[in-house]
């Protein structure tokens, strides 16, 4: 598995790419398929007052790439959001994968066929 975290306006701290990585484990531990990873660590300084820190994870797996980006005033809270739909989104894709398959005959109950 290829990680690579970047930030754009922000320099990725040691305590931040740890803090990433710890919530990056919730979702490798759901699907282990995942072949790419890269995150985009944001500072967008549109005003003062309307300071956005921005997440963006592009998850690459066999067969699909998975988007996700989040937006919040603090960093840590847009990481924890992110990570929270990026595990959504991977449960239904492995969902998708494992529900695609037919049961077999030899499994099925003599009374349903």
Known sequence: MN??????????TPALREY?????DRVTRHFDQVVDIN???????????????KAEVTLHVKGKDIFVEQSHEDLYAAIDQLMDKLDRQVCRH?????????QSTKRMDAGAV
Do not use: A, F, Y
């Open 39 to 53: 995150i985009l660590l944001t500072v967008e300084k549109l005003t003062e007052k309307e300071r956005r820190q």
């Open 20 to 24: 990433v990585l710890t919530k990056l």
């Open 3 to 12: 990680l690579t975290i970047s930030g754009h306006h922000l320099e990725v």
């Open 94 to 102: 492995k969902d998708r994968l494992q529900n695609h398959h037919h």
